[in-house]
């Protein structure tokens, strides 16, 4: 029963080797918007497993060192591989994936089941949101890949901005709450793992970086495409507003602790 609880969790809250299975569920889900509430649940529905079923509390209080090595190369691997896609849903997962490895290290930490599904769930806002703007971005180019066609910020500068926003969310920039939940990581990790999480932001750099070059640089050459609507731009400002405020009252929160 143990290992099987284990097997789900580390499917539904991903490390690796199970995190393949997560990243094929994903791709499964019928549809962007399936896709985008299925990040945003399996990561929550993996908690709650480990949390009520005792696995998480069973968990040595130092976090055993082959556990802690798992979810750091998880992070890494995905990291890289982010790094390496131009296709906008498959950097989203691969993003998320790695973020969310990172939830493991928080164990040992004294924080109430809240507090870790609010943990999670900071890594999957972007992942999600970047799902939609890629379904979208497929509506009207027929694909989301971002290595054919360069400039699209000229053509599609609403959609642009949103998918911009978002990848600095996903990559925790300074400001969104995912920054200071890798404040937490770091705080949490003994000195000499220190590294390995800078490691992973330096991927994260580097991958969003990338992204972003094919998205808003070089000569877009192709047909017009009809850009999003205002009110569909307004809505997801939004939602990346509220993340950023919910970053700034936690980095508050975070400073005053």
């Given at each position: 029963?143990?290992?099987?609880?284990?097997?789900?969790?580390?499917?539904?809250?991903?490390?690796?080797?199970?995190?393949?299975?997560?990243?094929?569920?994903?791709?499964?889900?019928?549809?962007?918007?399936?896709?985008?509430?299925?990040?945003?649940?399996?990561?929550?529905?993996?908690?709650?497993?480990?949390?009520?079923?005792?696995?998480?509390?069973?968990?040595?209080?130092?976090?055993?060192?082959?556990?802690?090595?798992?979810?750091?190369?998880?992070?890494?691997?995905?990291?890289?591989?982010?790094?390496?896609?131009?296709?906008?849903?498959?950097?989203?997962?691969?993003?998320?994936?790695?973020?969310?490895a990172l939830t493991w290290l928080l164990h040992g930490q004294n924080l109430d089941p809240l507090t870790l599904q609010s943990f999670a769930l900071a890594w999957s806002i972007?992942?999600?949101?970047?799902?939609?703007?890629?379904?979208?971005?497929?509506?009207?180019?027929?694909?989301?890949?971002?290595?054919?066609?360069?400039?699209?910020?000229?053509?599609?500068?609403?959609?642009?901005?949103?998918?911009?926003?978002?990848?600095?969310?996903?990559?925790?920039?300074?400001?969104?709450?995912?920054?200071?939940?890798?404040?937490?990581?770091?705080?949490?990790?003994?000195?000499?793992?220190?590294?390995?999480?800078?490691?992973?932001?330096?991927?994260?750099?580097?991958?969003?970086?990338?992204?972003?070059?094919?998205?808003?640089?070089?000569?877009?050459?192709?047909?017009?495409?009809?850009?999003?609507?205002?009110?569909?731009?307004?809505?997801?400002?939004?939602?990346?507003?509220?993340?950023?405020?919910?970053?700034?009252?936690?980095?508050?929160?975070?400073?005053?602790?």
């Open positions: 029963m143990d290992i099987l609880v284990w097997i789900m969790a580390g499917t539904l809250l991903p490390w690796f080797p199970l995190s393949w299975i997560f990243n094929k569920l994903l791709a499964s889900a019928p549809g962007f918007w399936a896709q985008a509430l299925a990040i945003l649940v399996f990561p929550q529905l993996g908690l709650l497993l480990l949390i009520y079923s005792g696995a998480w509390q069973a968990l040595p209080v130092g976090l055993d060192s082959n556990l802690r090595v798992v979810a750091l190369f998880t992070a890494v691997f995905y990291a890289f591989r982010a790094a390496s896609t131009r296709e906008v849903q498959v950097w989203a997962r691969l993003m998320t994936t790695s973020g969310l972007p992942g999600a949101l970047m799902l939609v703007w890629a379904g979208l971005l497929e509506q009207r180019m027929g694909g989301a890949y971002l290595g054919l066609r360069g400039g699209l910020a000229t053509v599609l500068p609403r959609l642009s901005a949103l998918i911009t926003l978002t990848a600095l969310a996903a990559s925790a920039t300074p400001i969104f709450p995912n920054f200071f939940i890798l404040l937490h990581v770091v705080k949490a990790l003994p000195l000499v793992w220190i590294p390995g999480g800078l490691l992973v932001l330096l991927l994260w750099g580097w991958a969003v970086g990338r992204f972003l070059q094919d998205l808003l640089f070089g000569i877009y050459r192709g047909e017009l495409l009809e850009d999003l609507t205002v009110g569909g731009t307004w809505l997801g400002g939004l939602v990346l507003g509220l993340f950023a405020v919910g970053g700034i009252f936690w980095g508050g929160a975070w400073i005053m602790n």
